[in-house]
């Protein structure tokens, strides 16, 4: 029987060398090394556990007379049309009308694209946003939120607040 299994190990052995050449190449290809890899955490190794990061904004396509109003150079980007100033992106310094044209150095072509990136990076995550801005291009940090986290904090807000105010609209003592 153990004749048997030397060409599935072999196979397998293989499968695994080839899925480690190439990540290899894609790590090299985007300049990060094994270390940076290991220091961040992993939305697929997180399973259900890992929550996911949350900046705050909504977002549009930018269109060709978008692009021309806010002097973008291209048609491309997602615009943000709306802030929650209690999260990230607020506290980042993002604007309505900001473009990100960037997100981590990786080029966004629609607003479509940044949900999908965004999705994709957990809580707690440091992004850097490549934004225009009356066309002048413009860096931005910010650390990812935990929308769960978000979203109960809120909740509990609301209950203190509704708890607290009389039927009149006034704060009981």
């Known amino acids: 029987m153990n ?21 290899a190449a894609s790590a090299a290809a985007q300049g990060r090394t094994l270390i940076q890899y290991l220091q961040e955490p992993s ?4 399973g259900h556990s ?24 291209e048609v491309r980007g997602a615009l943000i049309t709306l802030i929650d100033h209690d999260a990230p992106a607020g506290q980042a ?24 990136m965004l999705r994709e990076l957990p809580a707690g995550r440091k992004i850097s946003l490549e934004i225009s801005r009356d066309g002048n291009l413009q860096t931005l940090s910010a650390q ?26 006034r704060v009981s003592a």
């Open 93 to 116: 310094g993002l604007r309505i009308n900001d473009v990100v044209v960037q997100l981590n150095g990786q080029t966004v072509e629609s607003a479509e694209q940044l949900r999908r």
């Open 50 to 73: 890992g929550s996911q990061g949350y900046l705050g904004v909504d977002l549009a396509d930018v269109d060709n007379d978008k692009a021309q109003a806010l002097k973008l150079k």
């Open 144 to 169: 990812l939120a935990d929308r769960h986290a978000m979203e109960q904090e809120i909740g509990t807000v609301w209950a203190r607040a509704a708890a607290t105010t009389s039927p009149l609209g």
């Open 43 to 46: 939305p697929l190794l997180m």
């Open 3 to 23: 004749h048997s299994m030397r060409p599935i190990r072999s196979l397998v052995a293989g499968l695994v060398v080839s899925a480690g050449i190439a990540w």
